[in-house]
Structure formats: structure tokens, C-alpha cells
DNA sequence: TATGAATGAGTTTTCATTCAT
DNA sequence: AATGAATGAAAACTCATTCAT
């Protein structure tokens, strides 16, 4: 069980570094310390490996999730701690190489066609953003005119991974910075609210 | 000429459905219905055809982005043109294509290491998007207390390609007013007027 | 015709600075200044022009040789007159490329298997060098207690290229003097007079 | 390692029929009864796997030539016993292989470019036969009008793969005799000794 | 359960040769 | 005769996957 996190770990480290095609069993087997053919003792294949990563204690971070959005918050406050749940939580990594899927290229057919587990979990998320949603909107604190998908796409969009973020960001702001701000936007546009 | 535009418009077409590894010049050279080496008769490698799609046309993509820029409107005015410009534009689907190296762990290496003039395109076109935002905030219509990097974030985020428009857009909403909703939010944000 | 032989004079300096396989029809055709399939307009294949380049003007060079042996001189100078006519004569760089079939394995199989003619001329060549040891041997200037196959050997080895000519001449010698040298070695052996 | 071994000789043996460039490693893969890809489990490339085949117990064959220039002979017993094991040593394939670069515009690349350790062990040999020489010279063996280098040219002329030998060797010799006659006209020259 | 050598289908790329213009 | 775009067979090399030990 151990040895099969330990590959887990190193494999999401270079998928994330390399992207899929780049990586190579060979070099998860070596960065792990032991032998190609080890690996195929505990996943059946690279897709099955990679599905793994995503489903690795994703109950928990749906877990997590579903206790934030018991909290008897607001909807506005609820989504605010679900942005940042998902921008820092214990597994906030994974959750981006999730989101990743949202539109990378590279992941897509490997989620959308084959693994139905991942679908399933994504399918999972997407739906409990939008309960929340609909939810604000119902309270009055989202817009009606706007509809449930279209902020969900607004949603999984601050939260993918942004290739060129080491481009953009600057001296001036942290990531964790620019993640703030995306929320604000998110919220409430980039429309000075003299203008509204 | 015209078989050098017939192979760029079947491989564009190929490397949005596959993506850049599942794309074989076996298989654009079937698809356009020639031979294989024929294709390195116009493109010395996989990699320059690549980049030559998203080279094509391009000068005159930005041209037409500073038509919009140069239109003498307001800066909020330019810039929902802009985004209508992305979205449906003539050169649409490759400026979709280009924005996808933004979130794509797939075109990352090929647009960042290698081809300097795809890169130098996506600098272009990232500071004249930085120069309009600064404008509006100078004209205070854009909001002042956000940075003007998380502004371009939120943007580009709207004309990057979703892998899974697809399977959210439902039978209430076309791709196009799924867009207008999102530039809505872009501008607005989620929040009801009235909480504001 | 003119062209023919612009053609057959570059792929003489393109085989021998880069070797059969290493030459490309394409660089000769670039060197000439013509298309590629001009090249197949005046020969049909490569090996055939390669063998061509082997046959050009080898009539007289054949004649030269003829002149040389019928000069009525003693074996001996006959000889060396042809080792000395075969390093610089006239058709030199040729009988060096003919020669180097002797060695190489890289124009072996063209030269043995398919064109006649070139086996026919070098049959031709080696056959009227055997007669001249013949009649040395008679004439007892040359040894008669060693084949004449053996003396051929020897004879081809000084006059065939070597590859590492410059490499082994140093300052003290110009490939003239070394060839000069090989000469009196093939004539006396390395061995000391006094020691004999 | 028995593997690697057997590839290395079947290698060597295609190398030899074939030449460089017609050798395909598909053709080594099907010889050996492997597949291609097993190939490269042991050789990281088709240069690797020849400048291997060179390498081969190179050092034992140094060391033989080493024993036998150590051997307290005369310069001239000794250049004879050298000239005997490069021809039916233990090694003598690869050896002629290895001299045959000095011929071949085939591996001329290969050998001078590339693979420092291939020209390391030339060299090597190289020197060792020019110190023989240098000291025949001083013991009187040798002749002093003649140049090193050109007797090392004619040396290695001698050890060197003929193409023709299988054309030029009749019933009535033997490819031993020759060799041995070969030695004798590189001693003594082909001048009959009455007319020295 | 772990190994790692072996596999072979698949990929990019080259280049002699052809042929319509 | 000349062109040069098109061809397609063949080559080197990669890598996910298998399997005997």
C-alpha cells in the first residue's frame, strides 16, 4: 500500500511537470526506485495509473467540499471558501490537475472516453457547484440573468492551472495574490461599480 | 500554394480533435489525401507545421485587433468587441487554438522553448490587452483595486478553448449566447446588483 | 552534353568528399544548379551515375596507360612510370575513386554486383598491370619466388586513397613525397640493403 | 551479456558483408532472432553498437601486440610477428574492421568525428608500430631513407581488408599464402635482388 | 510480489525516383 | 529537355506492456 502511494506521488509530480505524453513509465519507475515492470503490479496500465492520481482520496476532498457547503453559510460566502478550498486545500494539487481537463488537449480524451470513475467524480463536483449556485441564486445574492452554466465555466476557469502564470506574474503580486483577485473578478467583475 | 493551405487547414483540424501527440502526419497526410514525405516537401518537421498554423493568417488577426483598438470607443466598448472579435472572428478557431497554449500542458514546451515568433504573436497580443485594460482603469471605467494581470487572466480565460463545452452546454443555450453570458460575467461578475 | 559533364564533374567532388551514401542527389543537383530530376534526364539511376563518373573519359585513360606500356623502357621504369601516371595523371582523381573499390566497403557492392563495364575496366587495368610483372619477372628485374597476385596487391595498395592522409602527413611531407617514398618501398622493401 | 555478445558478433559479421549504411539494425534484430527494439535495451544507438563492435577486447588485442613488441626480438621478427597476429589473432576480424578505416570513406565519419575511444585505440596501435620502426631504423634493420609514416602506410596497407581479395585469390593460393607473400614484398620490395 | 530484459507496433524523417506540366 | 512537387518505401529510434525468473 505504501509502495503504491509512493508511485502515486511521483508519478502526479512528473505528469504535472511533463504533462502526459512526456512522462514516462521508465522514469516514474526511476524516480520511485524500482523496476518498470513494478508498476504494472499495481496499476494495469499508464491510463489506469493516471486515473488513480485523480481518484486518490478524492472521497475526502469531496468530503471536504460537502462540509463547507453544510456550513450554513451564505452561498456568496460558501463559494468564496470553495475557491479557496480548492486553490489551498490538503489536495488542491490533484484538484487542479483535475480542472486541468476543463481544457487542456492533453488530458481530455483520457477522462472523457475511458475512465468512468473520473467522469463520475467530475460530474460529482461540477453538479454540487452548480446546487450552490442555484442555491445564491434563489437567496438573491447571484444574478438571475445569468445562467448556472455560465458561471460554473467562470468558476473552473480561476481554478485551472494557468500554463503561463511564471510568465505573467510579476514581482508584484504572489500567486496566492493573483488568486484573490481572480475571486473579486469573479464576484463582481472588472467593471468599475461607478460605471454600473 | 493552395495544397500548403489545404495541409494547414486538415492539420488545424486534426490538432484541435487529437491533440498534438495523437496527431500523426500519417494521418494529416491521409486525411488530406497525399503522401506523407509530401508534406515535408512544405514543412521541414512537425514541429514547423505546427507553428506555421498558428502563424497563418495571423498578421492579419492583429491587425484586425488594432482596427477594434484604434476605434476611438470607450475602453469597455473595445474590449467587448475584443472578445467578440476572438470568438468569432475569421481566425477564430486559430486564435482558439493559440489562447489553449495558455491553460495546455500539451503546446506548453512547443510555444515556450522552440518558436520564437509564436511566442513573440502571444506577447503581442497580451500587451495590447494589458494597454486596453489600463486605459479603462485611467478612464475609470475598470476597476482600479484589481491588477491589470488578473484582469488578463480572467480574459483570456474567457476565449480559451473548453474541452467540455460539449458536454455542459445543454439544449437551452447556444456556444454563442454561452459567451455573451460570459463576458457578462466578465464584466459584472456573478454577484446580484442589489448585494453590491 | 556540356551539362552532362558539369553534372558527372560535381558528383565526382560531392562522392569523394562525402562518400556514396552521404551524397544526395538533391546536393548535386543544388551544386549544378539544376532540378533534381534534370539529373534523371541524363542518367537513370545513381549507381548508373556514379558508374558513369568511373567511365568517363576512361578510354583515354586506358589509352595512357597503353602509351606508358608499349614505351619500350625496362618493366621496372614502365611500372613506375604508371604508379607515378596513376597518382597524377590527368584522370588521377577517377583512377583514385576506381581504386578506392579496392578497399572500400562502400562502393563495393555497386561496382561488384551490378555495373559491368566498371568490372570490365578494372579486370582491364588489373590484367595489364599482371602482364607487365609477367614480362618483369621474365626480364628478371622483378622477384620470381612471389605471386603476381600478391605484387598486384601491393601496387593497388599504394595507389588507393587513404583516408587518413591527412591526418598521418605531417609538415615534414607533401603527399607527393610520401607517395615517392611508397614507391621505393613497394620497389625495395623497408628492410636495410645491408641487412639482406 | 551473452546477448550483448551475440549481437555484437552478428553485428560485425552484416557490418563486414554489408557495410555501414546497408547494415539495418532491423537486419541485425532478425539475424540475431530478436526484436529490434532489444537491440536498443543494450546499444543506445547504431554508432553505440559499432564503435562497440571496435571496442570489443580491444584492450586484450593491445595487450597481445603489447607481449609481442615486448618480446625482446629483433624489430624485424617482431614487425614480422605483429604483421601475423593482425592477421590471425584472436581478434583479427575486428582488427581488420578497425583498419579498414583507414580506407573506407564508409566509416571515416563514424571513427573521426564521433567516438573518441575508437581513435584513442587507433592511435594507439598507430604509435606503437611507428616506436617498432624508430628502433629498426636505429638498429640498421630498416632503412633510414624512407619516412616512417610511409612505412606505416605500407604496414597498414598490408593488414587492411581487400574488397577483391575473393576476386583476385586463384586456386592456387591460399587468402594465408598471400598474406605471407604480402609481408615478404613489404620487407623486400618486388625488385628481384640481383638488380639491387 | 518484484524484476528488467524483451517485445513490436508506431512515430518522425529521409531520399531516390517518377511524372505531369 | 527541364522542372520540382509528389511519392512511398525504408530507416532509426521510442515506449507502454508482457512475462519468465
Known amino acids: 500500500m505504501e509502495r503504491e502511494d509512493l508511485i502515486l506521488q511521483v508519478a502526479e509530480d512528473v505528469l504535472e511537470e ?7 513509465m521508465e522514469e516514474i519507475a526511476t524516480r520511485v526506485g524500482i523496476a518498470k515492470g513494478t ?3 499495481h496499476f494495469s496500465s499508464k491510463e489506469e495509473l493516471v486515473a488513480s492520481i485523480f481518484a486518490r482520496d478524492m472521497n475526502k476532498f469531496i468530503q471536504g467540499i460537502d462540509k463547507l457547503l ?3 453559510q451564505s452561498p456568496r460566502s ?9 486553490y489551498d486545500g490538503l489536495y488542491s494539487r490533484r484538484a487542479k490537475l483535475l480542472t486541468s481537463t476543463f481544457t487542456g488537449v492533453d488530458l481530455k480524451r483520457l477522462i472523457s472516453s475511458k475512465n468512468g470513475s473520473v467522469h463520475q467524480m467530475w460530474d460529482c463536483i461540477v453538479s454540487k457547484v452548480a446546487k450552490l449556485i442555484e442555491e445564491g441564486k434563489v437567496a438573491g445574492e447571484f444574478r438571475n440573468d445569468v445562467s448556472t452554466q455560465a458561471m460554473i465555466f467562470m468558476i473552473l ?3 485551472s492551472p494557468r500554463v503561463y502564470d511564471h510568465v505573467l506574474i510579476g ?3 504572489t500567486a496566492k495574490e493573483l488568486h484573490q483577485q481572480l475571486i473579486s473578478l469573479c464576484f463582481n467583475g472588472i467593471i468599475s461599480p461607478e460605471d454600473k
Not at 511533463?18 to 514516462?24: I, L
Not at 463559494?79 to 478550498?85: A, D, H, I, K, V
Open 18 to 24: 511533463k504533462g502526459y505524453y512526456d512522462t514516462s
Open 70 to 72: 453544510d456550513s450554513g
Open 39 to 41: 508498476i504494472y503490479t
Open 78 to 86: 460558501r463559494l468564496e471558501s470553495l475557491l479557496n478550498y480548492f
Open 157 to 159: 476557469s480561476i481554478i
Open 171 to 173: 514581482d508584484n503580486f
